[in-house]
């Protein structure tokens, strides 16, 4: 509104003072021209009931950016206000200092209307406040609005347990290794007394390897879930950081953690990269990390009864030779890809639920498809759905996966086993210390031929 219509508005409203309606447009004209104070100054002395719900909103939006709060309440009241209502008042709540209060009504306006989400707003509003001493000994308020206790923050957002229980059920085939774990793992849980008379501790190190997709993080899940532990993920971007002594001290924090939350599961996927080989390392900082390490898994001062640390990794070869001593990753369990039977159990837990047609011959898919991982069975499953869902789209209607989309996703989908297979073939036969890959040999003595 140009400065000449806003003059001849102004000069109307003196000569008639009662015209709501006017008043209001001058309030929106000098809130669009960006002069709160000036349209604060319109709303002197008069009561918010002189307009309707949905003009206090910008009547209270001027008294805020005008720096008086607590008139803008007068006209924002809390009673069945329309959301941007709610919204202002949220606001002058915040200049007030009233966060807690601003808090929930901010949540009340956005639950209300989710179009009116400010999440600068709402970070103000959920910032914390701490009192302190000044210098001179006087009282001050610090409102913090950054994280500023790095140690007790960082592990509760890392540690985030696994809300989805995962059972042995869940798991397609590899019942030799389910039985191991059982054994090795469970019982230890299970029953502890017995255990303990033995003077058998639980908890300890489990080292999983084979080619990746086979099932190792879903394993590991099973096991806590069998145990019914605790499982804590650890990814690698939760430990490493740039800066020297951080990385030890995050891993040293996740243990802390985990202890205490016993029973526990720490589960730590590409091991290799938090545990290498130290002689290959030309990053000092690197060695100090598994040597960490190393100490937090069975260190002097440490005690891990109830915490089971899992570690999974598609190279082992690269895996520091110390890990693997008594005590530590004491026990390596090779996950081979699935054979036969379980490939068709895999086959049929990724297909329920899902639209299907007719019989599907799961045992004639599994037959064809020897050294798929778990992770190319899924593959050949999604691809035989994009099939259907094509069909779908073309003729107007639903079409379930059939057998023929089945054999027609076997024709593109190739296994991502062999390349691991061959290379740890290598290693299984010329660097076998200790008889560590014995399984290896046992798997391609059994299905080499495959």
């Given at each position: 509104?140009?400065d000449?219509?806003?003059?001849?508005?102004?000069?109307?409203?003196?000569?008639?003072?009662?015209n709501?309606?006017?008043?209001?447009?001058?309030v929106?004209?000098?809130?669009?021209?960006?002069?709160?104070?000036?349209?604060?100054?319109?709303?002197?002395?008069?009561?918010?009931?002189?307009?309707?719900?949905?003009?206090?909103?910008?009547?209270?939006?001027a008294?805020?950016e005008?720096?008086?709060?607590?008139?803008?309440?007068?006209?924002?009241?809390?009673?069945?206000?329309?959301?941007?209502?709610?919204?202002?008042?949220?606001?002058?709540?915040?200049a007030?200092?009233?966060?807690?209060?601003?808090?929930?009504v901010?949540?009340?306006?956005?639950?209300?209307?989710?179009?009116?989400?400010d999440?600068?707003?709402?970070?103000?509003?959920?910032?914390?406040?701490?009192?302190?001493?000044?210098?001179?000994?006087e009282?001050?308020?610090?409102?913090?609005?950054?994280?500023?206790?790095?140690?007790?923050?960082?592990?509760?957002r890392?540690?985030?347990?696994?809300?989805?229980?995962?059972?042995?059920?869940?798991?397609?085939?590899?019942?030799?290794?389910?039985?191991?774990i059982?054994?090795?793992?469970?019982?230890?849980?299970?029953?502890?007394?017995?255990?303990?008379?033995?003077?058998?501790?639980?908890?300890?190190?489990?080292?999983?390897?084979?080619?990746?997709?086979?099932?190792?993080t879903?394993?590991?899940?099973?096991?806590?879930?069998?145990?019914?532990?605790?499982?804590?993920?650890i990814?690698?971007?939760?430990?490493?950081?740039?800066?020297?002594?951080e990385s030890?001290?995050?891993?040293h924090?996740?243990?802390?953690?985990?202890?205490?939350?016993?029973?526990?599961?720490?589960?730590?996927?590409e091991?290799e990269?938090?545990?290498?080989?130290?002689?290959?390392?030309?990053?000092?900082?690197?060695?100090?990390?598994?040597s960490?390490?190393?100490?937090?898994?069975?260190?002097?001062?440490?005690?891990?009864?109830?915490?089971?640390?899992?570690?999974?990794?598609?190279?082992?070869?690269?895996?520091?030779?110390?890990?693997?001593?008594?005590?530590?990753f004491?026990?390596?369990?090779?996950?081979?890809?699935?054979?036969?039977?379980?490939?068709?159990?895999?086959l049929?837990?990724?297909?329920?639920?899902?639209?299907?047609?007719?019989?599907?011959?799961?045992?004639g898919?599994?037959?064809r498809t020897?050294?798929?991982?778990?992770?190319?069975?899924?593959?050949?499953?999604?691809?035989?759905?994009?099939?259907?869902i094509?069909?779908?789209?073309?003729s107007?209607?639903?079409v379930?996966?059939?057998?023929?989309?089945?054999?027609?996703a076997l024709?593109?989908?190739r296994?991502?086993?062999?390349?691991?297979?061959?290379?740890?073939?290598?290693?299984?036969?010329y660097?076998?210390?200790?008889?560590?890959?014995?399984?290896?040999?046992?798997?391609?003595?059994?299905?080499?031929?495959?």
């Open positions: 509104m140009d000449n219509t806003l003059a001849s508005l102004c000069a109307a409203l003196r000569t008639s003072p009662d709501a309606g006017l008043r209001m447009v001058l929106r004209a000098h809130l669009d021209r960006g002069e709160p104070a000036e349209a604060a100054a319109l709303l002197d002395g008069i009561a918010p009931e002189t307009f309707v719900a949905a003009d206090r909103a910008p009547c209270a939006r008294l805020v005008a720096g008086l709060p607590e008139r803008a309440l007068e006209f924002a009241a809390e009673d069945e206000a329309p959301a941007a209502l709610l919204l202002v008042r949220a606001r002058a709540l915040l007030l200092d009233r966060l807690a209060e601003g808090l929930r901010y949540d009340a306006a956005v639950a209300a209307e989710p179009a009116l989400e999440r600068d707003l709402r970070v103000h509003l959920a910032a914390n406040v701490r009192e302190f001493r000044g210098a001179g000994g009282p001050r308020r610090l409102k913090v609005i950054s994280n500023d206790n790095t140690d007790a923050e960082d592990v509760a890392l540690l985030v347990p696994e809300t989805e229980t995962v059972r042995f059920a869940d798991v397609g085939g590899l019942d030799a290794i389910k039985r191991q059982h054994k090795r793992i469970i019982l230890p849980y299970q029953k502890p007394s017995l255990f303990q008379r033995f003077k058998k501790r639980v908890g300890g190190g489990i080292l999983l390897y084979g080619p990746p997709g086979c099932g190792k879903l394993l590991a899940r099973a096991t806590a879930g069998e145990c019914d532990a605790r499982f804590f993920n990814a690698i971007s939760d430990v490493l950081d740039m800066y020297i002594g030890e001290r995050k891993l924090a996740l243990f802390e953690k985990a202890r205490a939350s016993v029973p526990a599961v720490l589960f730590f996927d091991v990269a938090l545990g290498g080989k130290r002689q290959y390392s030309r990053d000092g900082n690197a060695a100090k990390l598994v960490q390490f190393l100490a937090e898994l069975d260190g002097f001062a440490q005690n891990n009864s109830g915490v089971l640390v899992l570690g999974a990794t598609n190279v082992p070869w690269a895996v520091d030779p110390a890990f693997r001593r008594p005590g530590r004491d026990r390596l369990l090779f996950v081979p890809p699935p054979d036969a039977a379980a490939r068709a159990a895999v049929d837990i990724l297909l329920a639920g899902r639209p299907t047609r007719g019989a599907l011959d799961l045992a898919i599994a037959r020897s050294g798929f991982s778990g992770a190319d069975l899924r593959n050949l499953v999604e691809t035989a759905a994009d099939a259907a094509d069909a779908s789209i073309a107007g209607a639903e379930p996966i059939d057998q023929a989309h089945l054999q027609e024709a593109e989908v296994s991502t086993t062999v390349e691991w297979l061959t290379t740890a073939r290598n290693y299984a036969r660097a076998n210390e200790g008889g560590q890959y014995d399984e290896v040999l046992a798997f391609l003595k059994e299905h080499g031929r495959d």
